[in-house]
């Protein structure tokens, strides 16, 4: 119920903008997220959006370099800028129906309900 596209091998310093569509199937989403997992590695919270605000949080290790955006009810994307080889991963896309009061919640697998099948990144460098 909830796509993504978009991944790709890439050279350090190019660019990628993943996309992530959600099924009309999935109602009242309250927080979007864009996690990742490097071969050999846990998943790692990349970025999220809460719906309704529209606040964005990043990981330490993204900011400044991936943006995360939507521009509908079902759609959501990574920009992801200046590359490295240290973002080769799959990119899930993951939605959370349930509503907490702090927003550091959903820095946690845990509390997404619906998650997709994974993108590959591949960064050369």
């Known amino acids: 119920q909830l796509v993504e596209s978009g991944g790709g091998l890439v050279q350090a310093g190019d660019s990628l903008r993943l996309s992530c569509a959600a099924s009309?199937?999935?109602?009242?989403?309250?927080?979007l997220g864009w996690w990742r997992q490097g071969s050999g590695k846990g998943r790692e919270f990349v970025a999220g959006v809460r719906t309704s605000s529209g606040d964005t949080y990043y990981a330490d290790s993204v900011k400044g370099r991936f943006t995360i955006s939507r521009d509908s009810e079902n759609m959501v994307y990574l920009q992801m800028n200046i590359l490295q080889s240290e973002d080769t991963a799959i990119y899930y896309c993951a939605a959370a129906t349930r509503d907490y009061a702090s927003d550091r919640i959903y820095y946690g697998p845990g509390v997404y309900d619906y998650w997709g099948q994974g993108t590959q990144v591949t960064v050369s460098s």
């Open positions: 009309g199937r999935i109602r009242n989403i309250v927080f």
